[in-house]
């Protein structure tokens, strides 16, 4: 097709000898992300990466959909590939973008060379295109400063491109180019926009979620899944690992004081995250626990937890208001999946004064009482991969 898609590197460029990885990784995402839309060749020049769609009937706008939640890209847009020759892309410009062009008052042309060989500089390719232009539609005037549509030439590799104002990317840099975490996954609001966040800035994520059947239902299973589904569009496959947490907090219930429920409970999860991230190469975990959100995330209650922890715990969301983290979800779409009313086991047994300021001490004693070691050996524990939904 004549049609391609133009993805603009953001911050990859600054990487300086580490480039050509991150050019690699963010090519495999791109290459990954469009696995449903017939054959296609993707490659880079310029710090431009070009999606050409091999197959007549591809669907560009669904393809231009999940290229924007690639990672590592700043901009994106649909481009014409037109000819060389310039008297035939002037009017294969005009044809490209003439829906547009008909609506708007004012343009200019932006055009840019990359392509030194050729026979005008940038400013005579602005300058022929917008007399061509003005000659075919009587409705535009040129504005250099606020026009309503801008046309862009790029001239490179003997071709020029055509195309209008660039789409915002997803931003970041690419999935894989930053390390692997091991996402704590609720069924909450919290913790898929952490994963977002993580996977933004490059990381690989994986996922472990504690269910408490008969206390927890199938259903609320299921509900992880999507969310992790979800995630999945920007993060790409997910490991999911579902821990039976139940007879460990049936036995924390039992035994332990009960203000001191919550954070023997995530210090023991914190212990299994450590364990399974171990096993499936993650270096840090990470969690959705936003700062004073409830009484397990307050400095000391997370100052106790982290404790037990022997590598770091990410915690994106540290700082940020609960809405700020609502805002994110929605334009995720996780939102409405985290708001469906299943039980998480974290609030199933939830004690009704738990301690905001739990002594590290005092834990460790309580703790004490349960053969921790014994717990850890015997827990049964579920892989499976998400992937993105493929249209
Ligand atoms: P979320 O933070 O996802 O909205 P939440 O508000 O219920 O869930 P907490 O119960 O305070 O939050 O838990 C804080 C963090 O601990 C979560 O963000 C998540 O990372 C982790 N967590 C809580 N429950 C689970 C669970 N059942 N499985 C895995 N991780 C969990
Ligand atoms: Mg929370």
């Known amino acids: 097709m004549k049609e391609i898609v133009m993805l603009k590197y953001g911050e990859i460029i600054l990487k300086g000898q580490n480039r050509y990885r991150f050019e690699e990784i963010l090519i495999k995402n791109i290459k990954n992300a469009l696995k449903s839309f017939g054959r296609i060749k993707v490659f880079s020049a310029q710090s431009t990466v070009y999606v050409d769609f091999l197959d007549d009937e591809t669907d560009i706008s669904s393809a231009v959909d999940s290229l924007k939640k690639v990672f590592g890209v700043s901009s994106l847009t649909r481009a014409y590939r037109a000819s060389y020759d310039f008297d035939e892309a002037k009017a294969e410009a005009a044809e490209y973008l003439k829906f547009e062009l008909m609506k708007a008052k004012t343009f200019k042309v932006a055009a840019k060379r990359a392509d030194k060989r050729y026979p005008f500089n940038s400013m005579q390719i602005g300058a022929f295109m917008g007399e061509y232009l003005l000659q075919r539609f009587k409705n535009l005037s040129v504005d250099l400063h606020n026009p309503d549509i801008i046309v862009y030439v790029e001239v490179r590799e003997g071709h020029l491109y055509i195309h209008s104002t660039p789409e915002k990317g997803a931003g970041g840099l690419p999935v894989g180019s930053s390390g692997h975490g091991l996402l704590m996954l609720s069924g909450g609001i919290d913790s898929p926009v952490a994963g977002y966040k993580m996977a933004k800035r490059g990381m690989r994520i994986s996922a472990i979620h504690f269910e408490s059947p008969p206390y927890t239902s199938e259903r609320a299973r299921i509900k992880v899944e999507k969310l992790a589904e979800k995630l999945s569009a920007y993060a790409s496959d997910i490991k999911l690992y579902v821990v039976e947490f139940t007879e460990i907090q049936e036995k924390i219930r039992d035994i332990c004081r009960d203000d001191l429920f919550t954070v023997i409970m995530r210090r023991v999860m914190l212990r299994i995250a450590n ?28 100052i106790c937890t982290d404790s037990v922890s022997e590598i770091p715990v990410f915690r994106p969301l540290i700082g940020d208001d609960k809405q700020e983290i609502i805002d994110v979800s929605y334009r995720i779409d996780t939102y409405d999946i985290s708001i469906e009313p299943y039980e998480d086991c974290c609030t199933v047994f939830t004690p009704r004064h738990p301690k905001t300021s739990p002594k590290k001490e005092e834990v460790e004693f309580e703790e004490s009482k349960l053969d921790i070691d014994n717990l850890l050996t015997d827990i049964s524990i579920n892989v499976k991969t998400i992937y993105p939904v493929r249209k």
Do not use: H, R, Y
Not at 284 to 299: F, N, R, Y
């Open 275 to 302: 364990k399974v991230a171990a096993e499936c190469g993650a270096g840090v975990v990470i969690t959705g626990e936003s700062l004073g959100q409830v009484a397990s995330q307050t400095m000391n209650a997370i």
